[in-house]
């Protein structure tokens, strides 16, 4: 697969909307790309600025991603083509100006240029209102590409001056694919996928050894209640509870603890599933015979109701006993 089909599988519309502005020659002059981390925001920014100075492109490939202008934007090297990313927590003023310095001094190679700024919305306010000229009055053959995941944070004075372009959100497989790709194991790319769209939020957990504590928990959780683990009560107590302190943290506590249920409920519709917690797979398949729907369902349904309960802000505590004791009261056979 080519470059332009791999982003058109990643983004059906954004692709089909910039490859028909290219050919067609109606680009606008300015692009608010706006999407989540890792639905292709700057591979498609950078097909863009391809796309204008590829030397060898042909109608089914606007770009041939091997010529020298290729290489040099993929190297962040040609004189055209221009980067912005924040330095440590803002896009500053001193940026601003060193920027613009540099497209009025280089030789220029074509009456083309591109200004691609990532994460636009972590602009200070100066540095915004310095760039306002380049959006205000165009030049001719300049294209500006903002990257945000926050178009809400965007200037006003700036974003309706950008025509907006909104990145789809991954697919689950898409985002398993993702994390897979940057080493970790398809088991746990599952189970991240399942959890969260964000590539950046599973990166946190990546980093920190809570996640798998937290895991490890939910996994005691469901057998202390469904198999002849810990006693419930006491494990909320002793272990959950001093676990998961922050209101955020306890949520992804019973989000684990849903996935289990979630993995019993799909292998009671289907012996064909595959589990997401595939290293409890023998438990689950055995608990989904046990169990009838309805108390599968049920207990779900009550860990959704917790989950709102959380919200509300109930006594923890006194959430999870509940739900330990609503479980229990339930007829766990058929
Ligand atoms: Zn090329």
Not at 12 to 23: A, E, G, K, Y
Not at 77 to 105: C, W, Y
Not at 186 to 214: H, N, P
Request: glycine fraction near 6%; aromatic fraction near 6%; charged fraction near 25%.
């Amino acid at each position: 697969m080519g470059l332009q089909d791999e982003l058109r599988t990643l983004q059906p519309v954004v692709m089909d909307l910039f490859t028909q502005s290219v050919m067609f020659d109606r680009l606008s002059h300015g692009y608010l790309l706006a999407g989540a981390k890792g639905t292709g925001k700057k591979q498609i920014a950078r097909f863009l600025a391809k796309s204008l100075f590829c030397l060898e492109p042909t109608e089914k490939e606007l770009v041939c991603g091997e010529c020298v202008n290729c290489t040099r934007i993929d190297n962040h090297n040609h004189p055209d083509v221009h980067f912005l990313k924040p330095d440590g927590a803002s896009i500053k003023i001193d940026q601003v100006r060193e920027l613009k310095m540099e497209l009025t001094k280089r030789g220029m190679e074509s009456d083309k240029k591109v200004l691609i700024i990532e994460e636009a919305d972590k602009m200070t306010l100066q540095a915004a209102n310095s760039l306002l000229k380049f959006i205000e009055e165009p030049e001719p053959g300049m294209l500006l590409l903002f990257l945000t995941e926050n178009p809400s944070q965007i200037l006003p004075t700036i974003a309706s001056r950008l025509q907006p372009v909104q990145f789809k959100e991954l697919s689950f497989n898409q985002l398993v694919e993702r994390l897979v790709s940057t080493g970790i194991s398809e088991q746990k790319a599952r189970i991240y996928a399942s959890l969260t769209g964000s590539i950046q939020e599973v990166m946190e957990y990546e980093e920190g050894e809570f996640f798998a504590d937290a895991r490890n928990a939910a996994i005691k959780l469901y057998e202390g209640l469904y198999q002849t683990g810990p006693n419930p009560l006491i494990f909320i107590q002793e272990t959950w509870m001093p676990l998961f302190k922050e209101k955020e943290s306890l949520k992804l506590g019973l989000d684990l603890f849903m996935l289990l249920l979630r993995d019993v409920l799909h292998l009671s519709l289907s012996s064909e599933y595959e589990p997401i917690c595939v290293g409890q797979k023998d438990m689950l398949v055995n608990d989904a015979l046990k169990f009838s729907l309805a108390k599968i369902t049920g207990d779900i349904e009550l860990v959704l109701s917790a989950k709102t309960k959380l919200d509300s802000n109930m006594n923890p505590q006194l959430l999870m006993e509940q739900l330990v004791l609503k479980v229990q009261g339930g007829h766990l056979f058929a």
